[in-house]
């Protein structure tokens, strides 16, 4: 099964691609992870990529589609694979759509999380970090002391991109690149919503039984 996972920064997209690439034994492709990857180890395509992000801009969709390319050719794919955070825009869909048509393949199915704005903008502003490397939330997961971490008595802080202005820009961003992807695959016929407001197993349930009823 070849699947693309659509949603909003903060939507559990990760959380739900790390799931279901465990239940249906096909690989997480994150364009993301690959691009930190690859800066890390100062790669090449690391070093080009990083040109770019220092100077604030977006990676070119040529230098995108070219590391999906490569890692599609991977042996794990062979059975599919699940696509999480790329294709972000119609150009990159297109030009996804038409790499795999050169290799004979298409996506199958495009799952859209949807999680209402108030809500992310709710879960992530309320991150709180502490620099030992816990995690917690002032509503669902609040430390003992507010502002303290409980393992190692820390001041908690927030994660630049936690901050509620930047959380916001990043979903204004989102709508206005990506929402028309729902449009577009859902004019294909291969889109299904999932309701992202529950649990994360809750979700993964529906997603698995949403592709248990597509197959
Ligand atoms: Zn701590």
């Avoid at 972000?88 to 038409?98: L, M, N, S, V």
């Avoid at 393992?151 to 690149?177: F, P, S, W």
């Avoid at 859902?186 to 197993?201: A, E, F, M, Q």
Wanted: glycine letters at 8%; proline letters at 5%; a neutral charge.
């Amino acid at each position: 099964m070849r699947m693309i996972l659509l949603g909003p920064p903060g939507a559990g997209k990760g959380t739900q691609a790390a799931n279901l690439s465990i239940a249906l034994k096909i690989p997480h492709i994150s364009t993301g992870d690959i691009f930190r990857a690859n800066i890390k180890e100062g790669t090449p395509l690391g070093v080009l990529a990083k040109t770019y992000i220092d100077a604030g801009k977006l990676v070119p969709d040529d230098v995108t589609i070219g590391i999906v390319e490569k890692r599609l050719e991977n042996k794990d794919c062979v059975n599919g694979f699940l696509m999480d955070g790329f294709p972000r825009t119609i150009p990159q869909a297109e030009k996804f759509d038409a790499m795999l048509e050169k290799m004979g393949r298409s996506v199958d199915l495009v799952i859209n999380i949807e999680v209402p704005d108030d809500l992310i903008v709710k879960r992530m502003s309320g991150r709180r970090m502490c620099s030992c490397g816990r995690t917690y939330h002032v509503d669902n997961n609040p430390p003992q002391k507010e502002g303290i971490c409980d393992a190692c008595g820390n001041k908690l802080y927030i994660r630049e991109d936690d901050r509620e202005e930047t959380v916001k820009e990043r979903l204004k961003t989102y709508h206005q690149q990506t929402s028309p992807l729902i449009d577009y695959y859902k004019k294909k016929g291969i889109l299904v919503n999932v309701d992202g407001t529950k649990s994360i197993d809750d979700t993964s349930r529906e997603i698995l039984e949403l592709i248990k009823n597509h197959a």
